[in-house]
């Protein structure tokens, strides 16, 4: 991370383009070779809370990234990429996301009520009671829907469920904004409403694009097309969902690889961002299986005083158990769109050699669909397609993200569901059930695969306390005990001369008594787990400390350092669970 928020504070003083950052990168790698003895490892703002946007953005134009590209590129080109194995390149000195235009740390990092889950991404005020006037169809996504003002003039995006089953897909977007955007992630104010047709109005002005591509004017007969697929209550109301126009320029959907060439600020490739490797954990958590291009957003908006384009999760729908026109297909979560060895083998088998998914006990809800917890399994879970940042994902990743789901609480998941207004009798109780088996099944995955030591302080008398993630949330017991090793950190040349060694069975070791007193001193201490059912856990967790006025502040942690060993392979699709 301190190359990179070195490269940030470069731009900001140079004023560089896109163009230019190539070559300012080669000179940077070829000076670090020349003058690594004299380039410090931290300095005095590590670690960063902020990911900088230096540059102005107002020259970000709209663009797309093709459906059928897309998908066709990450079903065959993706899935055959080997991961690149290197930490992600966003993550500040103390192995954390800072927040950003793409990220906000929430839930897991400052206190959460369930008032605050409950009111997710909403901000402002819920639409208008009152008339509606249609202006448009919906503008993306398959459900039916189309885009409409309120009496307030306010523009809001109006989806409704499948006629297969009422207020499973309304009640699986307002659930999942809820959840992505405790999770850190730019979420549309969304609101479930009722649509009253006898309220409802035709803008003269309205259109609707033709499969020609021609733009022609919305008629009675559109509408009634939009709502032959929806479902209609008893009293002739429709149940919807109401996603709030966003602010700012739309510029279009971002890639899960690369950079936004028109973006200055956008240096560090997508592939490499860990807040979107982290969505092969989420992802799993909510099944939310429409990982694209397609149904994420980028908007060009103003924060003091200078244009920065913000990164937006604009579509969590496709989520749980449900599609936007149905529930999720069988296969859902558990194969890509295509895998040869899975359907050749039930081809040559007439049927007969069954797939995993094919043996699933469902609940029979229909306001949940295809969800469920009892046979989930993170580490083999696969959305539609796979992204550059799904396969790209470490265990280092993973760790951090798995730590965000436990954070979610039993009564938090289940107050987020309560807001999906799930009527029928026992589905809300299963719906937050799965999610609990879920999350329980991702802490056991993620956060034993790697030493678990976490949230590091050393006092000023040389008390070095800590937690262990895994003993946290009763999925490992506790280990045999716990090794120090101290040492002395010349931060300009990165030399470091052994002190001593601490060892223990708590989550306390004392330091030797000989570490450095003076203001500006560093040290480094290599923390390992000796568990006999854990093995990975003797890998060190390498923590750096910087002597302050008042004591020791945390400057560094690397819990997995680059390398193949490591890697988590993505499922292929000869991979069953």
Do not use: C
Not at 32 to 54: C, Y
Not at 76 to 97: C, G, H, L, W, Y
Not at 139 to 149: E, K, M, R
Request: zero cysteines; hydrophobic letters at 35%.
């Amino acid at each position: 991370m301190q190359t990179r928020s070195h490269f940030h504070r470069m731009l900001a003083d140079l004023k560089v383009r896109p163009t230019q950052i190539l070559a300012i990168a080669a000179i940077v790698v070829l000076a670090s070779v020349a003058v690594s003895t004299q380039s410090p490892r931290f300095f005095r703002d590590d670690p960063i809370a902020r990911e900088p946007d230096p540059e102005d953005a107002s020259g970000a134009q709209p663009s797309d990234v093709g459906l059928t590209y897309d998908l066709s590129y990450n079903l065959f080109v993706t899935t055959e990429r080997i991961p690149s194995n290197k930490r992600a390149r966003n993550v500040n000195t103390i192995d954390e996301v800072p927040d950003s235009s793409w990220f906000t740390n929430r839930l897991g990092v400052v206190p959460m009520s369930v008032d605050d889950v409950v009111r997710g991404p909403n901000t402002g005020p819920p639409p208008a009671t009152g008339k509606w006037t249609i202006i448009r169809e919906k503008s993306s996504g398959f459900a039916p829907g189309f885009t409409a003002s309120d009496a307030n003039g306010g523009t809001w995006f109006i989806s409704f469920d499948p006629p297969s089953n009422p207020k499973g897909a309304t009640g699986a977007v307002v659930i999942a904004t809820k959840l992505f955007w405790a999770l850190g992630y730019n979420q549309v104010e969304t609101f479930l409403t009722t649509i009253d047709l006898r309220q409802v109005e035709i803008d003269p002005k309205a259109t609707v694009r033709r499969p020609n591509g021609e733009r022609t004017p919305f008629t009675k007969s559109d509408l009634d097309a939009v709502l032959e697929r929806a479902a209609r209550n008893s009293d002739g109301t429709y149940e919807a969902t109401a996603a709030r126009l966003l602010t700012g320029k739309i510029l279009g959907p971002f890639r899960y690889d690369g950079t936004r060439p028109d973006d200055p600020n956008d240096i560090v490739p997508h592939e490499a961002r860990r807040e979107l490797r982290a969505l092969r954990v989420f992802g799993a958590w909510t099944n939310l299986t429409d990982l694209k291009a397609g149904n994420t957003l980028d908007t060009l908006v103003t924060e003091n005083g200078r244009s920065v384009v913000k990164h937006y999760l604009q579509d969590v729908g496709s989520t749980f158990g449900m599609g936007a026109n149905g529930p999720h297909d069988w296969d859902e979560g558990w194969e890509y769109f295509y895998e040869g060895g899975p359907t050749r083998k039930r081809l040559f088998t007439f049927g007969f050699g069954l797939s995993p998914w094919q043996t699933v006990p469902y609940g029979d809800y229909e306001s949940v669909g295809r969800f469920e917890g009892d046979r989930f399994d993170p580490t083999t879970w696969k959305p539609h397609t796979p992204t550059t940042a799904y396969v790209d994902m470490r265990p280092d990743d993973a760790f951090w993200a798995a730590r965000r789901v436990m954070a979610f609480s039993d009564d938090l998941i289940r107050a987020a569901v309560k807001t999906g207004r799930l009527t029928e009798k026992g589905a809300e109780e299963y719906f937050a059930d799965a999610l609990i088996k879920r999350r329980n099944a991702i802490g056991r995955a993620y956060l034993t695969a790697l030493n678990p030591v976490v949230d590091p302080q050393l006092s000023a008398s040389g008390v070095l306390t800590f937690g262990n993630a895994a003993l946290q949330y009763g999925i490992a017991e506790a280990p045999e005990s716990y090794k120090a090793a101290w040492s002395t950190f010349d931060n300009a040349t990165g030399a470091t001369s052994p002190i001593g060694m601490s060892e223990g069975r708590d989550l306390m070791l004392q330091a030797p008594s000989d570490l450095p007193g003076v203001a500006g001193s560093f040290v480094r201490v290599d923390l390992s787990t000796v568990s006999a059912a854990h093995p990975a856990w003797a890998q060190p967790v390498v923590m750096h400390f910087r002597r302050g006025g008042d004591g020791w502040k945390l400057v560094g942690l690397e819990r997995q350092p680059d390398g193949p060993s490591l890697a988590p392979k993505a499922p292929t699709s000869g991979e069953t669970r």
